[in-house]
């Protein structure tokens, strides 16, 4: 799997890919990196990559022309018969969530341009790019940050890049959960600020721990995310015993809260 990542400022990326667990997929090779500035494609002394918007406003442009360079140079380096796509971070694109990085953590990988300044000339997108991706409703100074967060979030789903090979099974959103959001998660000491960690966990008993687990997780995704309960209800995820433990908890809270109660679960 090959990332090549086209950056005018590539230097950010240095953390990301020498620290933490992920470190390992990126020095392995198992997901490639591999950075591009295209300022080192841009002509003239001063290697111009941005300019004025035409029709006037605040903010540059980047220039489709270096854009170009680059990605001819990428592609000549990658030779594929079946380019990877060309991917543009962007707020208009598509909302990244835990399917997309399934499917890219599958994948041969892509090219991924970050933008930076007001964007990028729009006949360099409506040529080349092949799918724009966002990271949410708000705006960033430029695509770095979407760039690390698909990197950090594909290269964790990599075969034997987390200490415990499945772990991320167990992760919010994840298929083996069902779809649903993790449950909540504690360590020592037994005992803080007179808060005992729940009497479950201490059991021993795998099972209890993992009913335990299975309904707290049942319980947050009620509260906080319930379309995503919905969905895994819809898909025949949910069993009598989930159903019946959903049923208790919006009863519950129907007695102690009668005005909110079980609206928010
Ligand atoms: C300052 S932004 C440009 C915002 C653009 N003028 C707009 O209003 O949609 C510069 C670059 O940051 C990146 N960016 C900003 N917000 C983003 C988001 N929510 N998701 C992904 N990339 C984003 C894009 O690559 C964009 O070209």
Redesign the pocket.
């Known amino acids: 799997m090959r990332f090549d990542i086209i950056t005018l400022f590539p230097e950010l990326f240095a953390p990301l890919l020498t620290s933490g667990i992920t470190r390992r997929a990126y020095e392995s090779g198992l997901v490639d990196v591999r950075l591009w500035n295209p300022r080192d494609h841009a002509e003239g002394n001063y290697r111009r990559v941005d300019d004025r918007s035409f029709g006037g406003g605040p903010?540059m442009v980047?220039l489709a022309e270096p854009l170009f360079k680059c990605l001819t140079a990428i592609r000549a380096e990658r030779q594929e018969t079946n380019p990877a796509p060309l991917v543009?971070?962007?707020?208009?694109?598509q909302t990244l969530n835990h399917s997309a990085v399934e499917r890219w953590s599958h994948s041969a990988g892509a090219v991924l341009?970050?933008?930076?300044?007001?964007?990028?000339d729009q006949r360099f997108i409506d040529q080349y790019v092949d799918q724009q991706?966002?990271?949410?409703?708000?705006?960033?100074?430029?695509?770095e940050?979407?760039a690390m967060a698909l990197l950090d979030a594909v290269a964790r789903l990599q075969p034997g890049v987390l200490n415990d090979e499945g772990s991320h099974q167990l992760d919010s959103f994840n298929p083996a959960l069902d779809g649903l959001l993790d449950s909540p998660h504690y360590t020592r000491p037994e005992v803080w600020q007179d808060h005992a960690v729940p009497a479950e966990l201490m059991s021993g008993h795998h099972a209890h721990i993992a009913r335990w687990r299975r309904e707290q997780s049942l319980r947050l995704t009620a509260q906080h995310r319930p379309e995503l309960l919905e969905q895994a209800r819809l898909s025949g995820k949910l069993s009598r015993q989930d159903e019946v433990f959903l049923k208790a908890t919006r009863s519950k809270a129907d007695i102690e809260n009668p005005e909110q109660g079980s609206k928010k679960l």
């Open positions: 903010g980047m543009l971070f962007s707020p208009i694109g341009l970050c933008g930076r300044y007001e964007g990028v991706i966002s990271l949410g409703d708000f705006v960033l100074s430029g695509g940050i979407a």
